[in-house]
């Protein structure tokens, strides 16, 4: 696990780090403040179906992964398998699916980070002369399907419930009940119907060049997340009761944003439904809309790349995640 690649953006620095995973590797960007703590709690960003995490950070310092670095935060963006700058890259023969991210990547992300961190903080002790505890928990924060995936893998796993400190989504939900026209056209129509037809005759839905996402999907990761939408939440590959699992997790505390204009993909009433299956006991809700005091009615993308973002609800996030630190003091 070696950065590879590295450049200095105005405070803060990205490097692109490599985790070896079954034929290929996974790229976890690591945004880093001018002076990084490894012994605060990171935080570990997550993209959506159609997406990689360039939908958190960019190379002239803009998203919200750059604006929580800039804070003084270590954050890690996750490309998962196929994405990115993940290899191998989603092809006709990609046949992993939604199953992996939940069972295998997130968790190796997830103890990778730690283990980062552990060793950082020993040679800081080394250096210092005094010792540096390492974080023993990862904030995980997700934007839409991203966010599903994320709760399934704490709903699944123990271990994790009990090594993440937080759950952040933005526009996240498991199902899509709202009814009007345009989430017929683009969910019954488009993504139930023509996507599986177009991802038979590709190998997978290739989004970038149909310019309907920054990213491509696999066969396997389409019909999977279909079956979610408008199905039972239990696993393709072997059957695990992620529902029933998420009435006994031990969940982290929570927050989940959703944006007034977000109509169909993160609508409000299915962001709450979400809320609702998973039986979060620690939660917070928060509507981006003029109504609520925000600048916009915010969207499902425009709610994390809106210029006015970081001068709108940014901040309210950037000091939700400093309140852990206030009331770990506070004790």
């Given at each position: 696990m070696t950065p590879l690649t590295s450049n200095a953006i105005s405070t803060i620095s990205q490097s692109s780090i490599y985790l070896p995973y079954r034929d290929g590797q996974l790229h976890l960007r690591q945004l880093l403040p001018a002076a990084a703590d490894f012994s605060k709690t990171p935080i570990l960003m997550l993209h959506g179906a159609m997406s990689n995490g360039r939908v958190f950070y960019s190379q002239s310092g803009r998203g919200l992964g750059c604006f929580l670095a800039k804070a003084g935060f270590v954050v890690y963006v996750l490309d998962t398998a196929g994405r990115g700058l993940s290899l191998p890259k989603i092809n006709r023969d990609f046949t992993l699916g939604q199953g992996e991210v939940i069972r295998e990547q997130l968790p190796l992300v997830q103890q990778a980070i730690l283990d980062l961190h552990q060793t950082a903080c020993q040679q800081q002790t080394m250096i210092q002369a005094k010792k540096i505890v390492a974080p023993s928990q990862v904030h995980w924060c997700a934007h839409s399907w991203g966010g599903v995936l994320m709760?399934?893998?704490?709903?699944?796993?123990?271990?994790?419930?009990?090594?993440?400190?937080?759950?952040?989504?933005?526009?996240?939900?498991?199902?899509?009940?709202?009814?009007?026209?345009?989430k017929w056209l683009m969910v019954d129509v488009f993504w139930n119907r023509l996507a599986p037809g177009l991802a038979m005759g590709q190998g997978y839905l290739a989004a970038d060049k149909l310019r309907i996402g920054m990213d491509n999907e696999s066969r396997a990761s389409l019909v999977q997340s279909i079956d979610w939408v408008r199905g039972d939440w239990q696993d393709h590959d072997d059957g695990f009761d992620y529902a029933n699992a998420a009435k006994r997790a031990d969940w982290p505390t929570a927050w989940f944003i959703s944006g007034q204009n977000d109509n169909v993909l993160g609508h409000p009433e299915d962001v709450a439904d979400m809320v609702s299956e998973c039986g979060f006991k620690r939660i917070k809700s928060t509507l981006l809309s003029k109504a609520n005091g925000f600048k916009h009615d915010y969207g499902h993308a425009d709610m994390l790349t809106h210029l006015d973002a970081t001068t709108d609800h940014f901040p309210k996030i950037r000091d939700w995640y400093l309140s852990f630190d206030l009331a770990v003091l506070n004790r």
């Open positions: 709760a399934s893998s704490l709903a699944r796993y123990p271990s994790l419930q009990q090594s993440v400190r937080s759950l952040l989504t933005f526009g996240s939900k498991r199902t899509i009940r709202v009814k009007s026209f345009k």
